[in-house]
């Protein structure tokens, strides 16, 4: 298998990770490593699909290049420390071997969550944009009334998250429709058993360099560099899954 239809294959599988919980760990379903040690099961870090200049104008290499290396990196190891820390509390036996199990437990949430959201971000953005097409358009004709009142939402979400967090385009299986989310810091005010499909990163580490405190100048440069297909084919994936 050529490597970009490996990405592509992992895209897809990351576009189900929320709700099937260890899937795409090294780009292997979990079922495949049931009998792995934990060590074994480790997450990743997957490489960016394309060189860190591949967004200029729009997003500037050096924070591409310090997104990816080092607080994406965080969060995997920040999510695999937080695994071991479980593992070996749960092997003591006591309850008084939990006794950091918020913490732990809010690790997993936050590091996982920062994983999830970093490795569908990059698969998100290609150099080009453009307009969404196909069933994707429709159901946000749909959803949303047009595509730029949709945009504008999305924008404004992405704007006036509460400090560090995302704006999030999201399957919502339930009710088989689209919904724009805040994520704040990477898990606070998420939905349940929706599937993300597009993302923008809004935290300070993904503009301040190019953008300063200009975050709605950063949204608005992001439209440009929105992977359309990337999300249609996300969005292709999570409408096959039932409430
Ligand atoms: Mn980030």
């Known amino acids: 298998m050529i490597e970009t239809d490996r ?16 899937i795409g760990l090294n780009g292997d379903p979990a079922v495949a490593q049931d009998a792995a040690p934990a060590a074994a099961r480790a997450y990743a870090l997957p490489p960016l699909p394309y060189p860190a200049d591949a967004l200029e104008p729009h997003i500037d290499a050096q924070t591409m290049t310090l997104h990816h290396d080092k607080h994406h990196a965080a969060y995997v190891d920040g999510l695999n420390a937080a695994l071991a820390g479980l593992e070996q509390a749960r092997a003591g036996g006591q309850p008084s ?3 950091k199990i918020r913490d732990l437990t809010d690790a997993v949430a936050f590091n ?4 999830a959201l970093h490795s569908m971000f990059w698969a998100n953005m ?13 159901l946000i004709g749909r959803d949303f009334g047009t595509f730029a009142a949709f945009q504008t939402h999305f924008s404004t979400a992405a704007v006036k998250v509460q400090g560090a967090g995302w704006a999030i385009l999201a399957w919502e299986p339930l009710s088989g429709r ?11 005010a998420t939905l349940f058993g929706s599937v993300p499909l597009l993302a923008c990163d809004v935290w300070e580490h993904a503009y301040y360099l190019k953008y300063q405190n200009k975050r709605a100048d950063y949204v608005k440069a992001w439209w440009n560099v929105v992977n359309w297909d ?11 899954l039932t409430a």
């Open 178 to 188: 689209l919904v724009v989310l805040q994520a704040e810091k990477q898990q606070n």
């Open 230 to 240: 990337n999300v249609a084919e996300r969005l292709a994936a999570a409408m096959k």
């Open 112 to 115: 996982g969550s920062g994983h």
């Open 97 to 99: 071997d939990l006794a």
């Open 126 to 138: 290609k150099k080009g944009g453009g307009e969404p097409k196909g069933d994707l358009a429709r």
């Open 7 to 22: 990405r592509q294959l992992l895209g897809g599988l990351a576009a189900l990770a929320t709700v099937t919980g260890w």
